[in-house]
């Protein structure tokens, strides 16, 4: 059974960093990219970031590019998103997402997804 | 970036009634590459549909998807009281060329 599990959220000062994790179980990790989605409250699905299997590529979205950082360690089956100069408006459960694209690659069609963290900027 | 809109914002059935949901992009979806995902509240999301038409593992019969170009649907034949949820679509293919629609709620009129 895949297994996805965050972890690493809570409330923190805007300006300031977190770091997500995401542990993976139930599949060979290092053979899929891994995502992370974001949900705002009330709001829709925002993709951030996204990793290859070998992490080769990692892309992000225009409103985290420079201050998010994708990375993953397959030897812990573990995906990490570093969080830094956070905003009010990064307020949102977090989602890490299997990708279901081919030998690592991204085609950002998600087919398993963990329960979420939930993240807090707010002074 | 392609938009996706979808309508209604909300849809009142009741169990055992039919459920029609509409995704319509801003230019053509290449390749048909559109996905719809169902959340209920407090849950993550779970895929249904991908690739417009095609159910992912598990997913039941009365759940199916239709469309190409710029037009999708999303149909629930027959509504069951788990199905009552909110259904995003998606156009996907590269990390570079993916959003989401703002979603549909399917509410217990």
């Known amino acids: 059974e895949v297994l996805l599990v965050e972890s690493g959220g809570g409330l923190v000062k805007p300006g300031g960093s977190l770091r997500l994790s995401c542990a993976a179980s139930g599949f060979t990790f290092s053979n899929y990219a891994m995502n992370w989605v974001r949900q705002a409250p009330g709001k829709g699905l925002e993709w951030i970031s996204s990793?290859?299997?070998?992490?080769?590529?990692?892309y992000n979205a225009d409103s985290v590019n420079g201050r998010f950082t994708i990375s993953r360690d397959n030897a812990k089956n573990s995906l990490y998103l570093e969080m830094d100069s956070l905003r009010v408006e990064d307020t949102a459960v977090y989602y890490c997402?299997?990708?279901?694209?081919?030998?690592?690659?991204?085609?950002?069609?998600?087919?398993?997804w963990g329960q979420g963290t939930r993240v807090t900027v707010s002074s | 970036e392609i938009v996706l809109t979808q309508s209604p914002g909300t849809l009142s059935l009741s169990p055992g009634e039919r459920a029609t949901l509409s995704c319509r992009a801003s230019q053509s979806v290449r390749s048909s590459l559109l996905a719809w995902y169902q959340q209920k509240p407090g849950q993550a999301p779970r895929l249904l549909i991908y690739?417009?038409?095609s159910r992912a593992t598990g997913i039941a019969d009365r759940f199916s998807g239709s469309g190409s170009g710029t037009d999708f649907t999303l149909t629930i034949s027959r509504l069951e009281p788990e199905d009552f949820a909110v259904y995003f679509c998606q156009q996907y293919g590269s990390s570079l060329s993916l959003t989401f629609g703002g979603g549909t709620k399917v509410e217990i009129k």
């Open positions: 990793i290859s299997g070998s992490s080769g590529y990692k």
């Open positions: 997402a299997r990708d279901s694209g081919i030998g690592g690659y991204s085609n950002s069609l998600f087919d398993f």
């Open positions: 690739g417009a038409s």
